[in-house]
Every structure is written in structure tokens, then in C-alpha cells.
T-cell receptor, first 112, second 113 residues
Framework: QKEVEQNSGPLSVPEGAIASLNCTYSDRGSQSFFWYRQYSGKSPELIMFIYSNGDKEDGRFTAQLNKASQYVSLLIRDSQPSDSATYLCAVKISGGYNKLIFGAGTRLAVHP | DVKVTQSSRYLVKRTGEKVFLECVQDMDHENMFWYRQDPGLGLRLIYFSYDVKMKEKGDIPEGYSVSREKKERFSLILESASTNQTSMYLC????????????FGSGTQLSVL
């Protein structure tokens, strides 16, 4: 069974700090990685995706991928209370057609 | 903006009933998916479809079936609802070749009593 692991949290950070969310995956052949944000009572929305090793930045968000270590992370700079949500890591597994495996999510709480 | 519409936000059914969950997308996406989300377990794939009349089993297809007669519509069917199917059901769609960037509907919270 191919797996995606995340710390469930909650991860509590003060406003203005950097929040670091981590994800590991078991399928070494995975090529595509996604971060979804889910506010309480809402559906997930895509905020970042990364396909290559290294960093990818989009505004306050940076996705980091290390395929050798099977590790993907999301950094949120200058965290705001509006960033408080559950962040889901998703991995497109190899050998299967269009299958994303999701982690259980990390709950982030940004306090003023 | 992509719009994925699920027919009901909340649904209460009795054990043994046949349940239909409907999903419609307006962006001409080829791929459509049904997930269920349970606390601590994350999203688990039930079924997906990459074309009209095509379907593939996901990780937890038991007790479910699907129908895709038109490109924009993907239905999830619980043949005989059971209490362990109480869950949040999320429909999603995506273009092919876009690395699976999913657009989700607002979800249906199903309670089976």
C-alpha cells in the first residue's frame, strides 16, 4: 500500500512567523506532488504543486521537494490567522492512472 | 472559475436504502473522481472516471458503484447504505495531463442511520 504521511498537528505558530509543514511518501516512483488547503467545513483547494527537486515559490508559499529522501514540504512565510486551516499533501503515484494519494493533513493554527 | 456542483450538502438515509450522490462540472474536464473523507484518515479514492462510460476502481470501491453517462456528470451510488458509509463525500474533476490538479465540489455529508 502506497502511503503519504503527515503530522496531524495542530501546528501552532504566531502571526508573522514561518510555518513549516512536512510530508513523506512511500512510492519512490512518484513524480507529482500537491498541497491543498482545507478550511473547516469547506472542500480542499489547490495551493501549490511541484514536480522537480528543489524549491518552488508562489507568493508567501514555498514548496520543497527532495525525491531522494521522499520528502515534500510547504513553507508559509509571514503566517496570517487566515492561513489557519488543514493542509493536505497529495502525491500522484506511479504505475496507476490518475491516482492521487492524500495524507491525513496537518492542522495549522496561526495565533495573533 | 471551475465549478463542481454536488447536489446535496447534507443527506440522511436509512440502512439498506439505495443512495445517489450527483456531481456536475462545468469545465469540460475529462477526469472525475469520488473521494470520501473521514477524520484521521484523510481523503480516500472510491472511484474515478477518465471518459464517458469509463470507470476505474479506487482504493475503497466496495459497496459503491458509479455512473458516467455524460461528460459533465459523475454519479456515486451506494447500493445498500450501511452505517460505516457515513462520511463526507467529495467529488472532484481535472483536465488530463495537468498533473492531477483537482477541483473539488463542496461535499455531501451523508449520515446513514
Amino acid at each position: 500500500q502506497k502511503e503519504v504521511e503527515q503530522n496531524s498537528g495542530p501546528l501552532s505558530v504566531p502571526e508573522g512567523a514561518i510555518a513549516s509543514l512536512n510530508c513523506t511518501y512511500s512510492d519512490r516512483g512518484s513524480q507529482s506532488f500537491f498541497w491543498y488547503r482545507q478550511y473547516s467545513g469547506k472542500s480542499p483547494e489547490l495551493i501549490m504543486f511541484i514536480y522537480s527537486n528543489g524549491d518552488k515559490e508562489d507568493g508567501r508559499f514555498t514548496a520543497q521537494l527532495n525525491k531522494a529522501s521522499q520528502y515534500v514540504s510547504l513553507l508559509i512565510r509571514d503566517s496570517q490567522p487566515s492561513d489557519s486551516a488543514t493542509y493536505l499533501c497529495a502525491v500522484k503515484i506511479s504505475g496507476g492512472y490518475n491516482k492521487l494519494i492524500f495524507g491525513a493533513g496537518t492542522r495549522l493554527a496561526v495565533h495573533p | 472559475d471551475v465549478k463542481v456542483t454536488q447536489s446535496s450538502r447534507y443527506l440522511v438515509k436509512r440502512t439498506g436504502e439505495k443512495v445517489f450522490l450527483e456531481c456536475v462540472q462545468d469545465m469540460d474536464h475529462e477526469n472525475m473522481f469520488w473521494y470520501r473523507q473521514d477524520p484521521g484518515l484523510g481523503l480516500r479514492l472510491i472511484y474515478f472516471s477518465y471518459d464517458v462510460k469509463m470507470k476505474e476502481k479506487g482504493d475503497i470501491p466496495e459497496g459503491y458503484s458509479v455512473s458516467r453517462e455524460k461528460k459533465e456528470r459523475f454519479s456515486l451510488i451506494l447500493e445498500s447504505a450501511s452505517t460505516n458509509q457515513t462520511s463526507m463525500y467529495l467529488c472532484a474533476s481535472s483536465f488530463p495531463g495537468e498533473g492531477l490538479k483537482l477541483f473539488f465540489g463542496s461535499g455531501t455529508q451523508l449520515s446513514v442511520l
